[in-house]
């Protein structure tokens, strides 16, 4: 069956922060609103709704969401479904909705997803993040996410032959320029905040799991995130600037005690990352810039390596030279990123699409990134429990780029 091309047509986005009074019904659909705006189409027209989130049902009480979302934005008797992958689980809703859209069954759907994770508190919190972690073998061992990042910075140093203090202050840098950028974000939770931190505000900053301290952590947030996708005919005909769908890659992976020592090299992003890769007939080489999965600064420096960008174990010296930066050779987390933004988990991957269809369409209020085409998402779902990533770009096809 020949399959249509898939647009991005509008994108929303709520400021990330802390929404006490707000349920995950009123996030989603404040990101709604602005992303059917955005598309030029009244909401009537959206036929089927795909909706991340991870915990709503252990933070918030709340379960069976698609249709109290439905219900919130007026579009009672549509389709809903909700997705849950962890921090992964808006991503993996937009690859089911963009094969949805690809095969023709509906015309217009609405995918993103809301998290208040800020609200539950860090106890409840921390907790129900732990749920993504293997329970038999990994949780039981005291594993959260923290000492799984911990671990595997311990893991990098030992493989590398880096000594542990020396890579605590090159992955610094990941913080110090996620938080630059997040301060300059309206959208982040750090917005105005921490815009100038030093390699010893964050190495000296609270000791959360050794050697990774609180700067080296992304923050617990509440958030909503929603784009509209369509086929490209449709889209053409809509916005001046859609932006097309070129590669989806997804893997599923098994707990850590199973990976062992493959965690530095996060086998399963790799395959995730070819598949998109293929599927969009271009390389790494062809990225201009990437939103990667930043929770904490060694998860940033992995992802690099595991996506084809540096060979392993030379991540932490790109970041250390620089190469990440906005002006450097490939621009990481241009809006902060999950430390610098925040994470709010459910609409993590939706606020990725979000960014990277704003640059591309250079209507990214904090920077403009020149002569850019091609932006990657790159979504992390537990301990490498799940991966999704997604190629986009301003052509329709490789050979127009």
Same mark, same amino acid.
């Given at each position: ?231 490209? %005919?449709? #889209? /053409?005909?809509?916005? &001046?600037?859609?932006?097309? =769908?070129?590669?989806? $890659?997804?893997?599923?992976?098994? +707990? ?63 970041? %250390?030279? #620089? /190469?990440?930066?906005? &002006?450097?050779?490939?621009? =990481?987390?241009?809006? $902060?990123?999950?430390?610098?933004? +925040? ?59």
């Amino acid at each position: 069956m020949e399959s249509r091309d898939v647009v991005v047509l509008g994108v929303g986005q709520t400021k990330f922060g802390s929404y006490p009074d707000k349920s995950l019904a009123k996030l989603f659909a404040d990101a709604f609103f602005q992303a059917a705006d955005e598309s030029n189409i009244g909401k009537e027209e959206v036929e089927a709704l795909y909706y991340g989130n991870f915990n709503g049902a252990m933070t918030d009480g709340s379960a069976n969401l698609p249709g109290f979302l439905a219900d919130e934005v007026g579009l009672e008797g549509i389709e809903g479904f909700r997705f849950e992958g962890a921090c992964a689980s808006s991503s993996v809703a937009f690859v089911e909705a963009c094969r949805d859209v690809a095969s023709g069954y509906h015309d217009f759907v609405a995918v993103g997803g809301s998290e208040r994770l800020k609200n539950a508190g860090t106890a409840l919190g921390t907790r129900a993040l732990a749920t993504a972690v293997e329970g038999i073998h990994d949780m039981t061992a005291g594993l959260t996410f923290p000492g799984v990042f911990a671990l595997v910075t311990r893991l990098y140093s030992k493989k590398y032959d880096i000594p542990l203090e020396g890579l605590r202050e090159k992955i610094a840098r990941v913080s110090i320029k996620n938080h630059k950028y997040g301060a300059k974000n309206p959208k982040a939770q750090f917005f105005g905040r921490m815009g100038d931190l030093s390699v010893e505000d964050v190495t000296g900053s609270k000791m959360i799991s050794s050697p990774l301290t609180l700067r080296d952590c992304c923050p617990m947030t509440d958030g909503g995130s929603a784009v509209i996708v369509t086929s490209g %005919e449709i #889209g /053409e005909g809509l916005v &001046d600037q859609p932006v097309y =769908v070129l590669g989806k $890659g997804v893997c599923v992976s098994g +707990g850590l005690f199973r990976q062992k020592e493959d965690l530095v090299k996060a086998v399963p992003r790799k395959v995730s990352s070819e598949k998109a890769y293929e599927e969009s007939g271009l390389g790494p080489e062809d990225i201009d810039f990437v939103e990667i999965h930043d929770c904490f600064t060694m998860a940033e420096v992995i992802a690099m390596e595991a996506m084809g960008f540096y060979d392993y174990g030379e991540g932490a010296d790109a970041v %250390e030279r #620089g /190469e990440t930066e906005f &002006d450097g050779e490939l621009p =990481v987390n241009i809006d $902060g990123g999950l430390i610098g933004k +925040g994470h709010p988990v459910g609409a993590t991957g939706t606020a990725q699409i979000y960014t990277v269809s704003k640059v591309l369409r250079d209507e990214y209020g904090p920077y403009s990134l020149d002569d850019v085409e091609v932006g990657m998402t790159d979504t992390l779902g537990g301990e490498f429990g799940t991966l999704c990533n997604i190629i986009l770009s301003t052509r329709r096809k490789k050979d127009e780029l």
